[in-house]
């Protein structure tokens, strides 16, 4: 099974900062890493994938990068709204074993 | 807009089975190429994948869970199910429905979820 370690566990940041969460893979899994943001009492919501692939709807102010073991959501000038909780996901196209990292909880001073 | 809806029991015996089906609008099941899956979450906790079952009903299980994991698909219906077998208190979460395109690529849609809780 591929494990997904993500750090920080818990990151506040003030709305002109930058949110910077890391999620690093167990072994390599090339781009198959995916994003969600979970806020209180709702489903998850898909914000990246495939590593720094961009969904439509999603604010321009989220981007991802990474490859392989180590891969890193961004989130510059975060507003109000983005306080949640970030998961990344794993597709590996090797284990075909999903998991996902034990999430951020990301605070809005 | 494509919906997935859970529904079952809130509440299971430990050493019983829980059901939950998840019932999709929007979109057919059996006219479509995806993969329809479960997630679940213990309260205050991180995400497990359960497992997911392709439209022809091929399933692909989480090895953790796979001898107490039924995931089947009913195309009539339009819905597909969750059986789980032997339930414990560690079983007790948050079980969500949800859809992606293949073995690959991420959960594109989610269902609201359902507290199941085990308990006697």
């Known amino acids: 099974e591929i494990v997904l370690t993500q750090s920080p566990d818990f990151q506040s940041v003030t709305p002109k900062g930058e949110v910077t969460i890391t999620c690093r893979a167990s072994?390599?899994?090339?781009?198959?890493l995916h994003w969600y943001q979970q806020k209180p009492d709702q489903s998850p919501k898909l914000l990246i994938k495939?590593?720094?692939q961009s969904i439509s709807g999603v604010p321009s102010r989220f981007s991802g990068s990474g490859f392989g073991t180590q891969f890193t959501l961004t989130i510059n000038s975060p507003e109000a709204e983005d306080a949640a909780t970030y998961y990344c996901?794993?597709?590996?196209?090797?284990?075909?074993?999903?998991?996902f990292g034990q999430g951020t909880k990301v605070e809005i001073k | 807009q494509l919906q997935l809806q859970e529904s079952g029991p809130g509440l299971v015996r430990p050493s019983e089975t829980l059901s939950l089906t998840c019932s999709v609008s929007g979109g057919s099941i059996g006219k479509s190429t995806y993969y329809w899956g479960w997630v679940r979450q213990p309260p205050g906790k991180g995400l497990e994948w359960i497992g997911s079952?392709?439209?022809?009903?091929?399933?692909v299980y989480n090895p953790s869970l796979t001898s107490r994991v039924t995931i089947s698909v009913d195309t009539s219906k339009n819905q597909f199910s969750l059986k789980m077998s032997s339930v414990t208190a560690a079983d007790t979460a948050v079980y969500y429905c949800?859809?992606?395109?293949?073995?690959?690529?991420?959960?594109?849609?989610w269902g609201q979820g359902t507290l199941v809780t085990v308990s006697s």
């Open positions: 996901h794993q597709t590996s196209t090797v284990s075909h074993v999903w998991t």
């Open positions: 079952i392709y439209y022809d009903g091929t399933t």
């Open positions: 949800a859809r992606h395109l293949a073995t690959h690529t991420p959960i594109e849609y």
């Open positions: 072994q390599s899994i090339g781009s198959n």
């Open positions: 495939f590593a720094s």
